[in-house]
RNA sequence: GGUCGCGUGGCCGAGUGGCUAGGCACAGCUCUGCAAAAGCUGCUACUGCGGUUCGAAUCCGCACGCGACCUCCA
């Protein structure tokens, strides 16, 4: 393969609904902007999936050679929590329920959501706006897209009028919404009265009494509409038009269907060239959501403390698993599948370990160079990260068979070999080491002492005494096995 | 109700026309004092019914089941 086919990165644009080939605007820099958490709640293992996603394509792209601009926002304004309560934003709600101050809530959760993010090993992005940073920018853009004539003011709220938008533009193309359907399909909610037509949606909103956060505008005292930070802040920073928009498949519709549009009517720019969804974590089949109160935190998963987990299960684990499924496809969280994620990185990081101390030989066992080509491709092919995953199983079985001195390798293809492991591993899937317990000088001499005694019962044929501290410790969670370069053990 | 998507072996999960991934589990063998690890071997699937084709898990139709979105949500 050569080294201009190494990136040629193929990407399904939802635009499409095609795997495309990925040419940036202006290589070899690529613009990626990836919709942030809402920081008034904590993060749960969902949504730890849809950045793992992106945090590999970072990777990936970055990997590839490109230079990469990402943008993921944190959302510190908050929605409306629904049209019943309009005017009462999430973040004011809760700050009321916990008597905080709503920036206060604001700070907790972001260091949450970046405790998380650092736990599961995910890149920090270029830039990481907020919203409520944002402001002068938004009330900007309101008054770009009603100077356009794509929005009206009724009582200090701003709405984009979408059946004018969308006769003389497309309205639904990304999540495949027709304008028709919509209309009839329309639910009848309260507290919609201001609005010319159900479909229309607040890029401004008046602040009732009583809601916190506000801030002065053209119109009153207000704050922005739901979709309004993403379309100001992707721009801001990457360019009118830019690369790749990244996010969860639950916010194609309305989420960035009103992106677009907004853009669109404040600047007539279509702003995203590939849009890229990844798909849900389910549970018994049915999506993690906070909604559906069937979310773990990232704190109980390690704990195992929580009724869905028979035991925990460490933060790489859990990025193996979700790796080991293509983005696009519905993943469901089971333990069984947890525990052969466990077990199955287990066996490939023991490779890599055993990788590093094989003899070279005089034969060659194995093409390395079309075994990179293929973890090339696979990523190449829409990130297929379970399919590269698998390759890199392949060649366990042949680095433990040289192990075992049953195949060979040259010098030249250890080398190799060791690159491209720790760059497709550690690099690219971004599995790092998990931090050992117990691991410390004084447990390192302990153990020393017990596995000389048991060497020595071993020697004197004294298998009572060698097995029962070898089950002593099991029962203590210390493995103990003799290989042919001596006894090792670890703490599980 | 509308739109979109999915249904693969005991489990997880790749795979868009023929060469039938990978992991886990299970069984046998080798190695081993016994374990563990590792290697080898076995188990070989595509919801159902039609259709297209020399040939379909893969394309088309219908049925059944499931999910997502349509309202804040990664």
């Known amino acids: 393969m050569s080294a201009a086919s190494r990136n040629a990165l193929f990407l399904t644009n939802t635009l499409s609904r095609k795997k495309e080939a990925f040419i940036p605007q202006n290589p070899p820099h690529v613009g990626l902007y990836v919709c942030g958490p809402t920081v008034y709640s904590d993060v749960h293992l969902g949504n730890v999936r849809s950045f793992t996603t992106f945090d590999v394509l970072y990777r990936w792209l970055t990997h590839i050679g490109y230079s990469v601009r990402y943008v993921r926002n944190i959302t510190d304004v908050g929605h409306l929590v629904d049209d019943v309560d309009a005017g009462e934003d999430k973040i004011a709600k809760r700050a009321r329920l916990e008597r905080l101050e709503p920036m206060e809530i604001v700070q907790k959760y972001t260091n949450g959501f970046h405790d998380v993010m650092r736990l599961f090993n995910l890149k920090n992005p270029s830039i990481e706006p907020t919203a409520t940073a944002h402001l002068i920018e938004q009330i900007k853009m309101v008054e770009r897209i009603i100077a356009n004539g794509y929005a009206y003011e009724v009582n200090g709220s701003v709405y984009f009028d979408v059946p004018k938008f969308a006769a003389t533009h497309s309205y639904g193309e990304l999540s495949g919404r027709k304008i028709d359907e919509l209309m009839a399909n329309t639910r009848d909610t309260e507290g919609q009265e201001e609005k010319r037509s159900p479909l229309d949606f607040a890029i401004w909103k008046k602040a009732e009494a009583g809601h916190l956060m506000h801030w002065p505008s053209p119109w009153g005292e207000g704050f922005p509409g739901w979709h309004l930070e993403c379309s100001v802040m992707s721009t801001k920073y990457l360019g009118q038009t830019f690369d790749i928009h990244g996010g969860g498949m639950d916010l194609k519709f309305p989420h960035h269907e009103c992106e677009i549009a907004q853009s669109v009517a ?227």
Request: net charge negative; charged share 25%.
């Open 266 to 492: 404040a600047d007539g720019v279509n702003p995203v060239r590939y849009w890229m969804h990844g798909n849900m974590l389910t549970v018994n089949g049915r999506k993690m959501a906070k909604s559906e109160g069937n979310g773990f935190t990232p704190e109980e998963l390690l704990t195992g403390n929580h009724k869905l987990l028979e035991r925990g299960y460490s933060p790489m684990t859990v990025r193996f698993f979700m790796l080991q499924c293509h983005y696009a496809s519905t993943l469901d969280f089971s333990n069984e599948a947890m525990q052969a994620s466990e077990k199955g990185l287990e066996k490939l990081r023991a490779a890599m370990v055993t990788l590093g101390k094989l003899k070279p030989g005089a034969a060659d066992g194995m093409d390395v160079a079309a075994f990179e080509d293929a973890c090339y491709a696979a990523m190449n092919d829409d990130l297929n990260t379970p399919i590269m995953i698998a390759q890199l199983f392949d060649g366990v079985r042949v680095i433990n068979s040289v192990n075992d001195g049953k195949a060979e390798l040259t010098a030249a293809s250890i080398e190799r070999l060791k690159q491209v492991y720790s760059t497709m591993m550690v690099d690219v899937l971004g599995i790092r080491e998990e931090e050992k317990k117990g691991d410390d000088s004084l447990t390192t001499d302990l153990m020393g002492v017990l596995l000389k005694m048991r060497a020595d019962a071993k020697a004197n044929k004294d298998f009572a005494t060698s097995d029962r501290i070898r089950d002593t410790l099991a029962a203590i969670g210390v493995t103990i096995k003799d290989t042919k370069e001596g006894t090792i053990w670890e703490h599980a």
